[in-house]
């Protein structure tokens, strides 16, 4: 059973940085694609970032390119999303998902695994 616990969302101030944290379990995720996604009430989940655990390549959304950054700590099966700027727009829950999809994907449709989403609020 894989489980996907996020942690680490909060209140910021537009401009500051956050990281979450996304520590998963219950199988060896190698060749798994483990993104992060984000909704903000009333909108689509969108994704922001993900990454081929194995390979460590990586991929982002054209919004938060040059912002965010996903990494993968292998001994700690963990994924992190660093996230830098942030913008009042971008207060949302964040969740972390991931499934064995032989490549990335940014339709939250691939993704089987979900975990229970963390609140990020951004204040102007």
């Known amino acids: 059973q894989v489980q996907l616990v996020e942690s680490g969302g909060g209140l910021v101030q537009a401009g500051d940085s956050l990281r979450l944290s996304c520590a998963a379990s219950?199988?060896?995720?190698?060749?798994?694609?483990m993104a992060w996604f984000r909704q903000a009430p009333g909108k689509e989940r969108e994704c922001v970032a993900g990454?081929?655990?194995?390979?460590?390549?990586?991929y982002y959304a054209d919004s938060v390119k040059g912002r965010f950054t996903i990494s993968r700590d292998n001994a700690k099966n963990t994924v992190y999303l660093q996230m830098n700027s942030l913008k009042p727009a971008e207060p949302a829950v964040y969740y972390c998902?991931?499934?064995?999809?032989?490549?990335?994907?940014?339709?939250?449709?691939?993704?089987?695994?979900w975990g229970q989403g963390t609140q990020t609020t951004v204040s102007s």
């Open positions: 219950g199988r060896t995720f190698s060749n798994y694609a």
């Open positions: 990454i081929i655990w194995s390979a460590g390549t990586s």
């Open positions: 998902a991931c499934d064995f999809l032989g490549g990335g994907s940014y339709d939250p449709r691939d993704y089987r695994y």
